[in-house]
């Protein structure tokens, strides 16, 4: 009898601990399927995506900037014109090259089977083809809103990657420092003219434009109200910056950005820029063209463009 109690107890003993088991099982499986899923609203259409990707691949530097900021890892990234600042992307050994920002790789990213792309405006016309790949997002800053776009960007960033907290923080932060330039702008009158320089050739920019942001949200006065909004800015002479005659230039020199060609200042300074307010009062202002023309609408690049142009109001 003791025998045969002892044996019950056993099978019992194994069938309980089969169960647990299974049961166990059951549950790693449960939570290794239950990724949470969002669906992601942008300006080419609806996309399901995972939350807290684990390979992402980037074609935007101001998202890449902002994920750098927020300690988020990237996968991919286009290496040919990396900006300066964000370097350690260029490290081909850790993050896989995925072309460059006209011409993706498409190749490289099918075989990195990644979980998330991200774009903006320099891809989108290759949107297709990425999101056969995998779930992709378009992410620009709309230069007509620029920092309720930005903003927008940011926060959606943070729910993506359960960064949430931290994009409240860096926005803050962000918002503060624009108050004090607006502080600055609003005890003075001098008004601004904003060119890209690029291979000789010069190009105006006013509000609502790519670095409208200066007129738009930090409230810098414009030289010329009228300037045509164009991706490329409006095409100018240097007779039309005399006539205009800025108290302050900013410039953006995109040759110092993508590497070639000769220095803006070297062309610009001549002897008609020199008889304006900007040159007599020592205002020209050569802003970062990493920050201003190959990462805008970054965390990291956003409040280093604050500061510059406070810089200029000291």
Same mark, same amino acid.
């Given at each position: 009898?003791?025998?045969?109690?002892?044996?019950?107890?056993?099978?019992?003993?194994?069938?309980?601990?089969?169960?647990?088991?299974?049961?166990?099982?059951?549950?790693? *499986?449960?939570?290794?399927?239950?990724?949470?899923?969002?669906?992601?609203?942008?300006?080419?259409?609806?996309?399901?995506?995972?939350?807290?990707?684990?390979?992402?691949?980037?074609?935007?530097?101001?998202?890449?900037?902002?994920?750098?900021?927020?300690?988020?890892?990237?996968?991919?990234?286009?290496?040919?014109?990396?900006?300066?600042?964000? +370097?350690?992307?260029?490290?081909?050994?850790?993050?896989?090259?995925?072309?460059?920002?006209?011409?993706?790789?498409?190749?490289?990213?099918?075989?990195?089977?990644?979980?998330?792309?991200?774009?903006?405006?320099?891809?989108?016309?290759?949107?297709? +083809?990425?999101? *056969?790949?995998?779930?992709?997002?378009?992410?620009?800053?709309?230069?007509?809103?620029?920092?309720?776009?930005?903003? /927008?960007?940011?926060?959606?960033?943070?729910?993506?990657?359960?960064?949430?907290?931290?994009?409240?923080?860096?926005?803050?932060?962000?918002?503060?420092?624009?108050?004090?330039?607006?502080?600055?702008?609003?005890?003075?009158?001098?008004?601004?003219?904003?060119?890209?320089?690029?291979?000789?050739?010069?190009?105006?920019?006013?509000?609502?434009?790519?670095?409208?942001?200066?007129?738009?949200?930090?409230?810098?006065?414009?030289? /010329?109200?009228?300037?045509?909004?164009?991706?490329?800015?409006? *095409?100018?002479?240097?007779?039309?910056?005399?006539?205009?005659?800025? /108290?302050?230039?900013?410039?953006?020199?995109?040759?110092?950005?993508?590497?070639?060609?000769?220095?803006?200042?070297?062309?610009?300074?001549?002897?008609?820029?020199?008889?304006?307010?900007?040159?007599?009062?020592?205002?020209?202002?050569?802003?970062?063209? /990493?920050?201003?023309?190959?990462?805008?609408?970054?965390?990291?690049?956003? *409040?280093?463009?604050?500061?510059?142009?406070?810089?200029?109001?000291?």
């Amino acid at each position: 009898m003791k025998k045969l109690l002892l044996l019950a107890f056993a099978l019992m003993m194994v069938a309980f601990l089969a169960a647990c088991g299974s049961s166990g099982a059951e549950e790693t *499986s449960a939570a290794e399927g239950s990724t949470e899923k969002m669906t992601v609203t942008h300006e080419l259409g609806e996309t399901e995506i995972s939350k807290n990707p684990k390979k992402v691949v980037v074609f935007d530097y101001g998202v890449l900037d902002s994920l750098d900021q927020l300690g988020v890892e990237v996968a991919g990234v286009p290496q040919e014109t990396v900006p300066a600042y964000l +370097e350690k992307y260029s490290d081909k050994e850790k993050y896989e090259n995925v072309g460059t920002l006209k011409e993706a790789d498409f190749e490289a990213i099918n075989a990195m089977e990644p979980d998330l792309i991200i774009i903006s405006g320099r891809q989108a016309e290759m949107y297709e +083809e990425f999101a *056969s790949i995998a779930p992709t997002i378009h992410m620009a800053v709309d230069t007509n809103n620029y920092m309720d776009s930005f903003t /927008d960007n940011m926060t959606l960033l943070g729910e993506i990657f359960g960064k949430e907290d931290q994009v409240k923080e860096e926005l803050a932060s962000i918002n503060t420092e624009i108050e004090g330039v607006k502080e600055a702008v609003s005890k003075t009158d001098e008004k601004a003219l904003i060119l890209l320089a690029n291979e000789g050739k010069i190009s105006a920019y006013g509000p609502a434009s790519r670095f409208g942001i200066i007129h738009d949200v930090f409230g810098v006065p414009a030289a /010329d109200e009228g300037i045509e909004v164009s991706t490329h800015g409006q *095409s100018i002479t240097f007779e039309y910056i005399l006539d205009k005659n800025p /108290d302050i230039l900013f410039v953006v020199d995109r040759n110092a950005a993508v590497g070639g060609g000769a220095s803006a200042k070297d062309s610009l300074e001549n002897a008609l820029v020199q008889k304006t307010n900007a040159y007599k009062n020592g205002k020209i202002i050569y802003l970062d063209p /990493d920050y201003w023309y190959m990462s805008g609408g970054g965390l990291q690049s956003v *409040s280093a463009m604050v500061k510059e142009i406070q810089s200029a109001f000291e």
